[in-house]
């Protein structure tokens, strides 16, 4: 099996298990109680927070959570005021912000996928109480400018609040975040753990009521194991971040190389991650392809809409139509895959897509 899921999750460091293993064989200790053992699962804690939070702004606040969702949750429930967000954000924050009941503006983008600055510029405005958007699109890997929207939101007194989870580790978080949300899963780690990462003196009011476990107020008893296993996923891509780095664009060069002229790059392919390839191809089946090649595994879209029966809002923001959107196919890469394993599940696709073709 060739895995191109990366942006879905990505597979678990053997690093990070590593790390795991021991919390879950025989240190079974509570992290938050005050014997020898639960000081020791503690200690464990509190070493996985600094790992993760290395790659953060200067400063601030970092609090474990079950993940991404959650901590996105949080912090948007937890801001008061209008919110201003982008039309190709991720479900957690666009089905969350409409859950609030609160004035929300949801800006365009482009064919490209950036949001245009002077839009924005005119939807922050005095009163704005945050301001959230995507550093790494998960669905077809534009790069926003975050930094930009970030000056924008403090103009005018706002917050802003940075979805890390694909580009944490990857594309330097801008120092101007407020607050922002990341996930372990998406960079080698164990799936069921996250962080929101607060500034100093920034403190959503909390999501989870009960122990107040966590400093900026997260309730819910840790798991070391978990903890342990992203804060060396988090060490690993800050350790390995020039190799990785110089892997994925020699897979993304290999990979365009073999697309044809019938295959379309959705989305800026400058301002872009390049793990995140999203194609498109005229008239292609694409539940077809899956079933001719299942020993690819590759994405017909975002993984938490599969199965909706929807095209993605992503592909749809950016101005493609229905067939073209439902004509896409999204392929995610990274440290673990081999560029002749890339190279041949591409030509496989390529084949597949010709044969469709001269069937119909």
């Given at each position: 099996m060739t895995y191109l899921d990366y942006q879905a999750t990505t597979p678990l460091a053997p690093e990070a298990l590593a790390a795991m293993l021991p919390w879950l064989e025989r240190q079974h200790a509570n992290p938050h109680s005050t014997h020898r053992e639960g000081r020791a699962a503690r200690a464990a804690v509190e070493v996985a927070r600094?790992?993760?939070?290395a790659a953060m702004p200067a400063g601030g606040t970092l609090s474990f959570t079950s993940g991404a969702t959650e901590a996105l949750n949080?912090?948007?429930k937890g801001v008061e005021g209008p919110i201003v967000t982008l039309a190709t954000e991720h479900a957690a924050v666009l089905d969350t912000v409409a859950a609030t009941g609160r004035a929300v503006t949801i800006l365009p983008v482009g064919h490209d996928g950036l949001v245009d600055l002077d839009a924005a510029r005119a939807a922050i405005v005095p009163g704005v109480g945050l301001v959230a958007a995507m550093l790494v699109n998960n669905e077809i890997g534009v790069i926003q400018p975050i930094a930009a929207l970030a000056?924008?939101?403090?103009?005018?007194?706002?917050?802003?609040?940075c979805d890390a989870v694909q580009g944490y580790g990857r594309v330097p978080i801008p120092e101007q975040c407020d607050i922002v949300a990341i996930s372990a899963h998406k960079i080698h780690g164990p799936k069921?753990?996250?962080?929101?990462?607060?500034?100093?003196?920034v403190q959503p009011a909390p999501l989870l009521h009960g122990g107040g476990q966590e400093t900026a107020g997260r309730s819910g008893t840790l798991s070391p194991a978990l903890c342990a296993g992203f804060g060396v996923a988090a060490g690993l891509m800050s350790d390995r971040g020039i190799e990785d780095a110089a892997h994925v664009e020699a897979l993304w060069v290999a990979a365009t190389a073999r697309l044809g002229p019938e295959w379309r790059i959705n989305g800026s392919v400058e301002a872009r991650y390049r793990g995140n390839l999203n194609i498109s191809h005229e008239r292609l089946d694409v539940a077809r392809l899956m079933s001719d090649l299942r020993d690819v595994a590759f994405s017909a879209g975002s993984a938490c809409a599969s199965g909706s029966g929807r095209t993605s809002h992503v592909l749809r923001a950016?101005?493609?139509?229905?067939?073209?959107?439902?004509?896409?196919?999204?392929?995610?890469?990274?440290?673990?895959t081999g560029v002749t394993e890339l190279t041949a599940a591409i030509d496989s696709i390529v084949e597949a897509a010709a044969r469709q073709r001269i069937a119909a």
């Open positions: 600094d790992q993760v939070a949080w912090a948007i000056d924008l939101a403090h103009a005018v007194g706002a917050l802003f609040l069921g753990i996250g962080a929101l990462w607060t500034r100093a003196g950016i101005g493609l139509g229905e067939a073209e959107a439902r004509g896409s196919i999204r392929l995610g890469f990274g440290r673990y």
